[in-house]
């Protein structure tokens, strides 16, 4: 039988290599034929190793095409380790063994390898004919285009993933690569229940997330249901969304995932005059009230939990989220004259909200006078506070009394426009002692229909005006061991009953909480008839704070800042350099929450500058009580100058023993009432425990 031309020359080859093979090391013991030999064994061996990893078929052909060249080498190097011939002729024996096991490989692989040309004298082939190819439920012949052909023949190379069929395929306009698929099961009548992202993006050599599988709903002259899918594989589209984004993209996958959790964005604005940029978005009916997680919406927004730019307003099913460029809460709005001015309804501006909205507070309510709460530490912006209310009330024509536990430079500058200023308890328990007596003589008092009226600001004919008395450092005061239980006594009684004789309360200290003396009663009556601001609350305290005003525990706010003012960038430089950091920009007076409803909005109150003139902000005639009003009060001897000693008989009866002790101020029954001063329920610390021992022991 004739062999191929190649086989019978590297028969020769290995035939006449042979005895080389064997004397050259016996012979010549640095002959460069040993080195020749080496190489090509190393060769021999790089070949087998490329052949083992290809995925190729005819590996093991290739393995055998080496093998020479590396059993060669292997007879080289023990033919050089032998003493001479070696015993028994070893290196001739081996070198005649290569040779032998060479004409014996070589044929073999060699006619086991592609396009090899057939033997000498073989007969050709007879033609045969071939099977027709049966019809394949894959590649049906129902006139399909060109493009859903190709992916049929891929879907049904990869195994019909899922055990369906392609129905359909649609390109993507603009994406090379994206496609949508419609799908139905190999089986008529069995669900497709085995189809998953991982299948098909395994199918198209794609991420797991550039597939998406939706139902396919019955339509006319097709059918649906569980025996059909809808397959999207866009992986263009995912790269784009990962690149660029559009607003409506950049909402689903950051947004919606968990910040606002399935909500849908409905437009993005920008308002460049006032430096913010707000988001509307809606979430479905079922889902409910809006679930906000603001910690996970300001990282997706980059900005920081507690920086004071991000406002989150959800009304109903729609969620309003505010970015400001700065924190508004760190600007200065000041106070005008006309922002103070109550409307028709009684409302003026006490500040702005953080989303921007004007903070509104009142001089009077449906139920009567408007009552004030007004919480804040010591530098916390009270005092500013306080100076809008009592031009707000004085703008609108009320009567103003101010009275503070200790001298102030704000308070007494605000004196200066009041009907009455004074200083300390005393001045403030014969404040209060008037507030009763007038609710007492306005209860008698005929209007212009001879009638007797709760008072109206929308009723004409009222005889009074409105009276807002402000009581400063309040706590304080009540504390007092001589006429503190009184002035809580008095206090709490104008929050019940003043509002409808025109006597608003307005209460500023630095704390609501019942064991810090501010008794329920009060706090109750103060809260339901007016819109409180708590300013500046220490972290710690927020939620006591917000429980004490009646707040539910899920409309509790977190802490403010300690500083709206951005930190300033570079300390890591300043760090290695071993520079200090900057102070920190105490920005927050004025800043904390209004609360109308049961939800507190945080507000920047607007900036009264005491350094200057404050006439402007006040009417040109300070208003005060009717002449009727002073005789009846003078009648009760109540209306004199408050910042007299204790009068005799006015805190109790004079001793009738001159060797008596002096009686305490705040013994015996207080004018018009029938209770001592001192009670026992309004003891609340030990300093006062300490006080009523010694008023009892007459220490």
């Known amino acids: ?45 790089s070949g087998w190793i490329l052949a083992a990893k290809s995925d190729d078929a005819g590996a093991g052909r290739k393995i055998l095409r080496w093998s020479p060249l590396v059993l060669a080498a292997a007879v080289d190097v023990a033919a050089k380790n032998t003493i001479g011939w070696g015993p028994y002729c070893l290196d001739a024996l081996l070198a005649a063994g290569w040779a032998a096991a060479s004409l014996l490989v070589m044929p073999f692989s060699r006619h086991t390898r592609r396009r090899h040309r057939p033997a000498l004298a073989a007969p050709a082939p007879a033609p045969q004919l071939q099977p027709a190819p049966e019809p394949s439920p894959a590649q049906p012949n129902d006139g399909a285009d060109a493009f859903t052909r190709q992916v049929r023949w891929l879907w049904e190379s990869r195994g019909l993933p899922g055990r369906t069929i392609v129905v359909t395929a649609t390109p993507h306009a603009g994406m090379p690569n994206d496609l949508s698929l419609l799908l139905r099961s190999s089986e008529a009548g069995r669900p497709i229940s085995s189809l998953t992202p991982e299948a098909v993006a395994a199918a198209f050599g794609v991420d797991v997330t550039d597939v998406q599988i939706e139902d396919v709903a019955r339509q006319y002259g097709r059918e649906g249901g569980p025996g059909w899918k809808e397959v999207h594989v866009t992986p263009d589209l995912s790269e784009r969304r990962r690149k660029a984004p559009t607003t409506h993209e950049w909402w689903a996958d950051r947004i919606a995932g968990g910040a606002v959790s399935g909500s849908q964005l409905i437009k993005k604005v920008r308002d460049h005059e006032r ?10 009916d079922e889902m409910g009230e809006p679930r ?6 300001a990282a997706a927004l980059k900005t920081k939990y507690d920086e004071g730019r991000l406002f989150v307003t959800v009304d109903g099913h729609q969620v309003l989220v505010s970015l400001w460029d700065s924190s508004p809460l760190a600007q200065v709005f000041p106070a005008t004259k006309e922002l103070l001015t109550p409307d028709k309804d009684g409302r003026w501006v006490t500040g702005y909200l953080g989303n921007g909205q004007p903070a509104r ?3 009077y309510t449906d139920r009567g006078a408007a009552h004030g709460l007004f919480v804040a530490p010591s530098g916390g912006g009270k005092t500013q506070l306080m100076g809008l209310h009592v031009a707000a009330d004085a703008l609108f024509g009320a009567v103003v009394m101010l009275a503070t536990e200790a001298p102030d430079e704000k308070t007494a500058a605000l004196g200066e426009h009041t009907a009455r200023y004074g200083i300390g308890a005393l001045y403030m328990i014969r404040l209060l002692r008037v507030l009763v007596a ?17 008072w109206d600001p929308t009723r004409p004919g009222c005889p009074y005006r409105m009276l807002s008395a402000y009581l400063d450092e309040f706590l304080s005061a009540a504390r007092d061991g001589a006429y503190g239980a009184e002035i809580m006594d008095l206090a709490e ?3 019940v009953k003043g509002r409808k004789y025109g006597v608003g309360l307005k209460v500023a200290g630095q704390s609501v909480y019942v064991q810090d003396g501010f008794t329920q009663l009060l706090c109750e009556n103060l809260r339901e008839n007016c819109i409180p601001v708590v300013l500046k609350v220490a972290p710690k305290k927020v939620t006591d704070m917000f429980k004490a005003l009646g707040i539910p525990s899920e409309n509790t706010p977190d ?12 300390r890591i430089e300043r760090v290695m350099a071993g520079e200090p950091e900057p102070p920190s920009d105490s920005n927050t007076g004025g800043a904390g929450w209004i609360i109308e409803g049961k939800q507190p909005d945080v507000l920047r109150t607007l900036f009264m500058d005491f350094k200057g003139d404050i006439d402007g902000f006040f009417p040109d005639t300070i208003a005060t009580l009717t002449d009727h009003e002073i005789r009846e009060l003078e009648a009760r001897d109540l209306w004199f100058d408050w910042t007299e000693p204790p009068r005799p008989g006015e805190f109790g009866p004079e001793p009738e023993d001159e060797d008596a002790d002096e009686p305490k101020r705040g ?18 610390s030990p300093r006062q425990a300490l006080e009523a021992i010694k008023n009892l022991s007459g220490v």
Request: proline share 9%; hydrophobic share 40%.
């Open 1 to 45: 039988m004739s062999v191929p031309r190649s086989v019978a020359l590297e028969r020769t080859f290995y035939t006449l290599t042979a005895p080389v093979l064997a004397a050259a090391p016996n012979l010549f013991a640095d002959s460069p034929v040993n080195t020749v030999v080496q190489l090509a064994g190393a060769a021999g061996v």
């Open 275 to 284: 430096k913010v940029t707000h988001y509307i978005a809606q979430v479905p």
């Open 292 to 297: 906000v997680n603001q910690h996970i919406l």
């Open 361 to 363: 507070n009142r001089v």
């Open 438 to 454: 007038l609710m007492e003589i306005r209860g008698e008092m005929v209007w212009d229909d001879g009638r007797v009226h709760e």
């Open 493 to 495: 009684l104008v929050s």
């Open 559 to 570: 802490p403010l800042p300690r500083s709206f003012s951005p930190a300033e960038a570079g």
């Open 667 to 684: 013994g015996g029954k207080p004018h018009g009432e029938g209770k001592p001063a001192t009670r026992r329920d309004a003891v609340t």
